[in-house]
């Protein structure tokens, strides 16, 4: 099976197709926003340390795993270990599969947006009216539902073309573009008015407004802004080939994730404070507050279609990735055939996503334990599952993989033993004990 296995056709190609995984709406749609909430600057260097530990130390880990086993997640822990392990992998496959189906609905969102920015209906600079755009938008039966088919349908079309033509030939062109595009509204929105408030609030810390919620929030994001815990990057580590390195991928895969993050935040946060909005308005800062910044802003109805469009790249590289985890499953452990198991996969997603939709609207009355369907789902994956996941990740690969796994890793990547120490320090009790962490205080 390993020998008939794509791989990866350059160590760039690979690169770009794993930032482009963990590069999202987390980084883009929800960073921005936990920071505002979080007291901006203080929380930005809390979350970068997290990242370049922790967060780094994890990527690795899931890394070994796959380019080890030449397999899928659940494969993957039969090789290493068997026993109860693969339920660890199959851990990976499930929050893979259910983010998906909602993040599909989200996504939806944002091509919608776009496309409504080139029509000009959601940009107003009345705050309230754009509000109930957005909500008489998300609450309707049919079209949110048509965009979450179109964006389910994008990413079939990239996993049905395979890792070589497919993930990592889009990931070359997504990911440049994503970068420029970001670079663009960062100059518009650092140069304009008033924006200096606003890149203080971001860049310059104010540690007494750090508190317990703080910690645990930036230890959420840094862990879910990567994609850990979901079976991705064991699913691209495992297209590797055998001796390809790890060490510095990873490293470059971290820095192409965060720098996106910081830039989003680059143009988010300067232009809420140019134009007098609320940094912590939550995750209408999207899809409320910024329509109505780009309507007062000059040449504001282009930045909002580059904007959008910036947010379907992200959201696109990530869910091709969530996409290819459930395909390579069915693969791998059943030889099924790509192109078939992509379009079920991609159709089964998209029943799935439905209910989602729907829940923010007609059919908001029916709860799971009291929430929507959408809401209980990414509570189940943020909450519950990923953690798990990302536990599980790090006690096996800290305390259960064989001792020559990490010795080739250390061989292949020509690391100083001292590095080397630090990460086996990181993976066998920081990282256990941050992530438990996180899924204490996600239960609480």
């Not at 994008?154 to 062109?173: C, D, K, P, Q």
């Not at 780009?294 to 959008?308: K, N, T, W």
């Not at 992509?342 to 209910?355: H, K, L």
């Not at 798990?388 to 250390?410: C, N, Q, Y």
Request: aromatic letters at 12%; a neutral charge.
């Amino acid at each position: 099976m390993a020998s008939e296995r794509e791989h990866w056709s350059s160590r760039l190609g690979f690169i770009l197709a794993a930032a482009g995984s963990a590069v999202g709406l987390g980084n883009i749609w929800r960073f921005p926003y936990v920071t505002g909430e979080n007291g901006g600057a203080a929380f930005l260097i809390i979350y970068l340390s997290i990242v370049f530990s922790i967060g780094f130390s994890v990527v690795i880990a899931e890394l070994i795993i796959g380019r080890a086993t030449q397999l899928n997640p659940v494969g993957a822990f039969k090789r290493l270990a068997g026993g109860v392990w693969p339920v660890a992998g199959y851990v990976g496959i499930a929050t893979a599969f259910v983010i998906l189906s909602f993040y599909c609905v989200i996504a939806g969102w944002t091509l919608a947006y776009m496309v409504k920015s080139i029509t000009g209906t959601v940009l107003s600079s009345d705050i309230d009216q754009v509000g109930a755009t957005f909500s008489t938008f998300i609450s309707d039966p049919f079209e949110p539902v048509i965009y979450t088919a179109i964006f389910a349908a994008l990413s079939v079309l990239v996993v049905l073309r395979g890792v070589t033509h497919g993930i990592e030939r889009a990931a070359r062109y997504l990911m440049p573009a994503l970068l420029v595009i970001l670079l663009v509204l960062v100059g518009r929105s650092v140069t304009l008015e008033g924006a200096s408030a606003g890149i203080a609030f971001f860049l310059q810390p104010d540690f007494s407004k750090v508190t317990w919620g703080t910690l645990f929030a930036a230890l959420g994001q840094a862990f879910f802004s990567l994609s850990l815990g979901m079976g991705a990057m064991i699913t691209y580590g495992s297209y590797l080939r055998p001796h390809d390195g790890i060490f510095g991928s990873a490293l470059w895969v971290t820095v192409i994730d965060t720098s996106v993050a910081v830039l989003a935040g680059l143009v988010i946060l300067p232009a809420v404070f140019a134009f007098g909005a609320e940094p912590s308005a939550g995750p209408g800062l999207t899809f409320i507050t910024l329509p109505s910044i780009f309507a007062q802003m000059p040449l504001g109805e282009v930045f909002a279609i580059l904007f959008f469009f910036l947010l379907v790249i992200a959201a696109l590289t990530s869910a091709v990735s969530l996409l290819e985890v459930v395909v390579a499953y069915f693969v791998d452990e059943f030889s099924a055939n790509r192109i078939n198991t992509t379009m079920i996969v991609g159709a089964f997603t998209f029943v799935v996503a439905v209910p989602s939709s729907l829940s923010l609207g007609v059919w908001s009355g029916y709860t799971i334990a009291g929430k929507g369907v959408l809401d209980a789902l990414d509570f189940l994956t943020n909450n519950i599952t990923m953690p798990v996941g990302g536990l599980l990740i790090a006690l096996f690969v800290g305390w259960v993989i064989k001792p020559e796994i990490v010795r080739d890793l250390v061989e292949d990547s020509k690391i100083p033993p001292i590095v080397v120490a630090a990460w086996r320090i990181v993976i066998r009790f920081v990282a256990p004990v941050a992530i438990a962490t996180i899924l204490v205080n996600g239960l609480v």
